[in-house]
């Protein structure tokens, strides 16, 4: 038998599962897209390691009302049949739906003092899980991610996900140019990124990592905030600038796919047709307005 193109075609696609998207690294990292792994295959490996996956998510102010979705639909998609517990963080936690939860997985709410300003709240959460993964999370938990509220689980979305330091591919730059990253620019800033640096645009919404990598990333961004503070400045993307200023120097294990973190349910592209996780509309002002 000849072998023509459709044959190397086949052959490619069985050895690498894709061959329309990037699945590596330039620093040999996955970047895991629906069609690079074996779901079954990669589950019964880790269901040998008893392993327990932490999870923060912070609602304070009128956040709060996205919570039921959040906690039913991670029910359903997020890393089913594996220990989870998922820290709350709310200033309201009275306002915490009772969604019933499977074996081994726990919902442990922590109260946190009230903010004002939005900017505050997305950027003090990093210096709350820093607490956390010194502290509670240091011993009970291997992995962790950390996710935004404003979001909803519609797809597997599990062990095929952990790594030592894992980012997502922020939905909106997947496709776009370096120039095009909405980097912190400012040298004024701690986040400051040059103009020719920078790998990929990772989004604030979600990260992870083992415990300990993801206490070594949350540690300094207080401080770095505070520098900013007393400059007069805010990094453009709040914590998002920072995350991708430290991606930069600390590159993560495995890269995640917008499946991980997609813009908008009814929206496909040619890449992205598995919908793990996505963010929900939202009114900015009328939700963020706390005062
Ligand atoms: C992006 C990022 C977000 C953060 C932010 C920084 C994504 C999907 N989201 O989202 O992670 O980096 O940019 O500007 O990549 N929150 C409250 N109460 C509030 C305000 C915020 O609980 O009043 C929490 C909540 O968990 C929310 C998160 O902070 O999901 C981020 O706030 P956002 O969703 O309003 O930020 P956004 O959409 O600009």
């Known amino acids: 038998m000849r072998l023509n193109f459709y044959h190397f075609v086949f052959v490619g696609v069985l050895l690498i599962g894709r061959i329309d998207v990037t699945s590596m690294t330039p620093w040999l990292a996955p970047i ?11 589950d019964s490996i880790y269901k040998q390691q008893n392993i327990t996956i932490a999870t923060t998510v912070f609602a304070l102010g009128k956040y709060t009302r996205f919570l039921r979705d959040f906690l039913e639909s991670a029910e359903q998609h997020y ?13 309201q936690p009275e306002a915490v739906p009772d969604v019933k ?20 709240i997305t950027m003090g959460r990093m210096g709350m899980i820093a607490k956390l993964t010194e502290n509670e999370l240091a011993t009970e938990a291997d992995y962790i991610f950390c996710l935004d509220v404003d979001t909803k689980f519609y797809g597997h979305w599990s062990v095929e996900a952990l790594g030592s330091l894992v980012g997502v591919i922020h939905p909106w730059f997947y496709n776009y140019q370096r120039n095009q990253f909405t980097y912190e620019r400012r ?29 070594k990333l949350t540690r300094p961004f207080s401080e770095q905030q505070n520098i900013d503070a007393a400059n007069s400045i805010e990094a453009v993307w709040h914590d ?46 009328e939700v963020r307005s706390n005062f």
């Open 187 to 215: 040298p004024e800033s701690q986040a400051f990124i040059r103009a020719e640096e920078g790998d990929y645009y990772y989004a604030g919404g979600a990260f992870g990592g083992s415990v300990q990598e993801v206490h």
């Open 101 to 120: 939860l499977g074996i081994e997985r726990q919902l442990r709410v922590r109260t946190v003092p009230r903010m004002y300003r939005w900017q505050d």
């Open 32 to 42: 895991v897209w629906e069609g690079t792994f074996d779901p079954t295959l990669i």
């Open 79 to 91: 890393f089913v049949g594996f220990r989870m517990h998922c820290y709350l963080l709310t200033d």
């Open 240 to 285: 998002e600038s920072h995350l991708n200023k430290y991606f930069l120097y600390n590159k993560p294990t495995k890269v995640l796919s917008p499946e991980y973190l997609w813009r908008n349910i009814n929206a496909r592209t040619n890449e992205v047709t598995t919908i793990r996780f996505y963010i929900v509309n939202k009114n900015n002002d």
